[in-house]
T-cell receptor
Framework: SQKIEQNSEALNIQEGKTATLTCNYTNYSPAYLQWYRQDPGRGPVFLLL?????KEKRKERLKVTFDTTLKQSLFHITASQPADSATYLCALGTGSTLGRLYFGRGTQLTVWP | NAGVMQNPRHLVRRRGQEARLRCSPM?????VYWYRQLPEEGLKFMVYLQKENIIDESGMPKERFSAEFPKEGPSILRIQQVVRGDSAAYFCASSPPAGGSYNEQFFGPGTRLTVL
């Protein structure tokens, strides 16, 4: 069956450290992968997109990697801040299901001072 | 430029009533997606629409649920004869016409439906 699994437990880290979130998938052939942030009571907000032929993407303190052999994406937040505390969602898009995104359940990140 | 707008933000219905959820996409966006989020679960795709067309409704239950995106006006997700299991947060997202399936999706704040 198809699965998208993110860090099963919530992630708690100290301010200034690097947070690393994982997204593993099974029985998908994604053309691209996106990461979103969701705060309580709000809709997801797009952060980064990486395509199947790309290994790494960066945006300010954010970095995402994509390994289609391991079927895994890693999402890094460097120099984390309490304001980074939120739930982070990974979402896959496939070439055969235009526009449709398949979401993981998310990882709840807490950055403490 | 206003973001994706959804209304109402909260909706309470009794079992058997109808729920109508509205979504106005961002200006210039012609693609609309509806997702449902149950407590402690991820977002589940329901339907993908373009103006006056349903592109993909494979995630939508066959009965009681329907969606439209008319030429004028917002997209509507309609749930007839609601049941308690329909209680969830319903999110709408939109994307611009260019760029194909690689577009980021811009999400609205969601409508939280509670069925009593």
């Amino acid at each position: 069956s198809q699965k998208i699994e993110q860090n099963s437990e919530a992630l708690n880290i100290q301010e200034g450290k690097t947070a690393t979130l994982t997204c593993n998938y099974t029985n998908y052939s994604p053309a691209y992968l996106q990461w979103y942030r969701q705060d309580p009571g709000r809709g997801p907000v797009f952060l980064l997109l990486i395509r199947e032929n790309e290994k790494e993407k960066r945006k300010e303190r954010l970095k995402v990697t994509f390994d289609t052999t391991l079927k895994q994406s890693l999402f890094h937040i460097t120099a984390s801040q309490p304001a980074d505390s939120a739930t982070y969602l990974c979402a896959l898009g496939t070439g055969s299901t235009l526009g449709r995104l398949y979401f993981g359940r998310g990882t709840q990140l807490t950055v403490w001072p | 430029n206003a973001g994706v707008m959804q209304n109402p933000r909260h909706l309470v219905r009794r079992r058997g009533q109808e729920a109508r959820l509205r979504c106005s996409p961002m200006k210039g966006h012609s693609h609309v997606y509806w997702y449902r989020q149950l407590p402690e679960e991820g977002l589940k795709f329901m339907v993908y629409l373009q103006k006056e067309n349903i592109i993909d409704e494979s995630g939508m239950p066959k009965e009681r649920f329907s969606a439209e995106f008319p030429k004028e006006g917002p997209s509507i997700l309609r749930i007839q004869q609601v049941v308690r299991g329909d209680s969830a947060a319903y999110f709408c997202a939109s994307s611009p016409p260019a760029g194909g399936s690689y577009n980021e999706q811009f999400f609205g704040p969601g409508t939280r439906l509670t069925v009593l």
